[in-house]
């Protein structure tokens, strides 16, 4: 176990819908990372906040959309959705304790996500 | 951009045969590297990291890697699998900015 916890764990959902995706990161983490994992593409950075900031950005789609809150935890929102974004959807965080390039992503469980 | 590339995309061996996935990266600068496997239904678990120092880098459950910076190279080792190791492997390159590029992956078979 990471300690980095996801809700829910499987979502299916019809195209045109929205879901959001939620994290909880490991007690005392401020980054929150979001990767998606699909069979064509692998796994790919999608967003990273740090303490409520969104700090990096990867190959997210303009559909997609995510924030931190106070208390840390993130929500990845997903809109008008395609069948292409049937994936598997992960959180990670991490410490950034000083020493941003050497701090260690934890994944978390993954939302598997199927849209009809 | 950075990329990795895992050239191995299956491997089926037997148990107690050794293991050894090839991970390439491409990137010119300093760089943090990773092993995380996935075993089935499960998430992504750290096996090991390498950051500085002793580029042989030793990990959970009996792992290695060996980072060969002219060679841009950072394969995963273990003399002896089990059954158990049965998983999906993922290489993983930090640049410093915090996000991971991920490999592939290459899915690993170990027949009893």
């Given at each position: 176990?990471?300690?980095?916890?996801?809700?829910?764990?499987?979502?299916?959902?019809?195209?045109?819908?929205?879901v959001?995706?939620?994290?909880?990161?490991?007690?005392?983490?401020?980054?929150?990372y979001?990767?998606?994992?699909?069979?064509?593409?692998?796994?790919?950075?999608?967003i990273q906040?740090?303490?409520g900031?969104?700090?990096?950005?990867?190959?997210?789609?303009?559909?997609?959309?995510?924030?931190?809150f106070?208390?840390?935890h993130?929500?990845?929102?997903?809109?008008?959705?395609?069948?292409?974004?049937?994936?598997?959807?992960?959180?990670?965080?991490?410490?950034?304790?000083?020493?941003?390039?050497?701090?260690t992503?934890?994944?978390?469980?993954?939302?598997?996500?199927?849209?009809? | 951009a950075?990329?990795?590339?895992?050239?191995?995309?299956?491997?089926?061996?037997?148990?107690?045969?050794?293991?050894?996935?090839?991970?390439?990266?491409s990137?010119?600068?300093?760089v943090?590297?990773?092993?995380y496997?996935?075993y089935?239904?499960?998430?992504l678990?750290?096996l090991?990291?390498?950051?500085?120092?002793?580029?042989?880098v030793?990990?959970?459950?009996?792992?290695?890697?060996e980072f060969?910076?002219?060679?841009?190279?950072?394969?995963?080792?273990?003399?002896?699998?089990?059954?158990?190791?049965?998983?999906?492997?993922?290489?993983?390159?930090?640049?410093g900015?915090?996000?991971?590029?991920?490999?592939t992956?290459?899915?690993?078979l170990?027949?009893?």
């Amino acid at each position: 176990d990471s300690g980095v916890t996801q809700t829910p764990k499987h979502l299916i959902t019809a195209t045109g819908q929205r879901v959001t995706l939620r994290c909880s990161p490991r007690s005392g983490d401020l980054s929150v990372y979001w990767y998606q994992q699909s069979l064509d593409q692998g796994l790919q950075f999608l967003i990273q906040y740090y303490n409520g900031e969104e700090r990096a950005k990867g190959n997210i789609l303009e559909r997609f959309s995510a924030q931190q809150f106070p208390d840390l935890h993130s929500e990845l929102n997903l809109s008008s959705l395609e069948l292409g974004d049937s994936a598997l959807y992960f959180c990670a965080s991490s410490g950034d304790r000083g020493r941003p390039s050497t701090d260690t992503q934890y994944f978390g469980p993954g939302t598997r996500l199927t849209v009809l | 951009a950075q990329s990795v590339s895992q050239h191995n995309h299956h491997v089926i061996l037997s148990e107690a045969a050794s293991l050894e996935l090839g991970c390439n990266y491409s990137y010119g600068g300093t760089v943090n590297l990773f092993w995380y496997v996935q075993y089935p239904g499960q998430h992504l678990q750290l096996l090991l990291k390498y950051f500085s120092g002793d580029p042989l880098v030793k990990g959970i459950k009996g792992f290695e890697a060996e980072f060969i910076k002219s060679k841009f190279s950072f394969n995963l080792r273990k003399p002896s699998v089990q059954w158990s190791d049965t998983a999906e492997y993922f290489c993983a390159v930090n640049t410093g900015f915090q996000k991971l590029v991920f490999g592939t992956g290459t899915r690993l078979l170990v027949s009893p």
